[in-house]
């Protein structure tokens, strides 16, 4: 068996992901002030400088906040922090495995279920929100990025317009891995066309107050989307979270 060396850098991240997840599952509460470096490096059997270095990744992170003379303590995270916790999670829990069928599986699971409750639940901002993304999409059919950044908004946007603050924060992470995809397939003669198509679908059964309209017009959508999406992006992206973490 070939045995690789353990970089510092992986235990340094490895050791902060494991912070957060305790700051995340709620065992660490916001204010709560964290161990000495000397006693998380004997709890953790590191040495102090590694936890020195992942404690500076939480602090970028927005996890913890240190106060000269007192300590390091535990901060509430935003949706952004842990959505970009999710992701590192993501990618040290599965390693290089995800297939786009996993991720289309996941995006399943949320996007449904978000599309129903916007349906019921979305104000007239959020309505607002997803008329200028889905105008975005059509006028911008002739660049990629532009319309990338438009559809995958839309598809944010959606989750928060249900009002259930998890959804959005799970979605966040795996709307990132598909980016690349969604640009990839905008060469593709029906991706634009039939994008477009689905997402009007949506935005009016949203707007019409739908709930199983919606659901549907996601789940429908989702389906097509499978169909043009890059096989080998999914081995690419999650490469590419993993050496950058």
Do not use: C, W
């Amino acid at each position: 068996m070939k045995v690789s060396p353990i970089k510092t850098a992986s235990l340094v991240e490895r050791l902060a992901a494991e912070v957060r997840a305790q700051i995340i599952s709620g065992k660490v509460a916001a204010g709560q002030p964290l161990p000495t470096e000397a006693q998380m490096a004997a709890e953790f059997g590191v040495s102090r400088p590694l936890v020195r270095e992942a404690l500076a990744h939480l602090r970028a992170q927005g996890f913890v906040a240190t106060v000269s003379g007192r300590g390091t303590f535990v901060q509430h995270p935003s949706e952004a922090d842990l959505a970009d916790a999710f992701a590192n999670q993501l990618v040290l829990a599965v390693g290089p495995g995800p297939t786009a069928d996993d991720l289309y599986e996941a995006r399943q699971a949320i996007e449904v279920v978000s599309a129903e409750l916007a349906a019921s639940r979305a104000s007239e901002d959020s309505i607002a929100a997803l008329e200028r993304l889905l105008a975005a999409m059509k006028e911008s059919t002739n660049d990629a990025a532009a319309y990338t950044a438009a559809d995958v908004g839309f598809h944010v946007e959606v989750a928060r317009a249900s009002l259930n603050p998890l959804l959005p924060t799970l979605l966040a992470p795996l709307a990132r891995l598909i980016v690349e995809g969604v640009f990839k397939s905008h060469s593709t003669s029906d991706a634009v066309r039939v994008g477009i198509a689905g997402h009007t679908r949506i935005l009016k059964a949203v707007k019409a107050g739908d709930p199983a309209a919606a659901r549907r017009a996601m789940a429908a959508h989702l389906h097509e989307s499978r169909k043009v999406f890059p096989e080998h992006v999914m081995e690419r992206t999650t490469a590419g979270h993993a050496s950058a973490g």
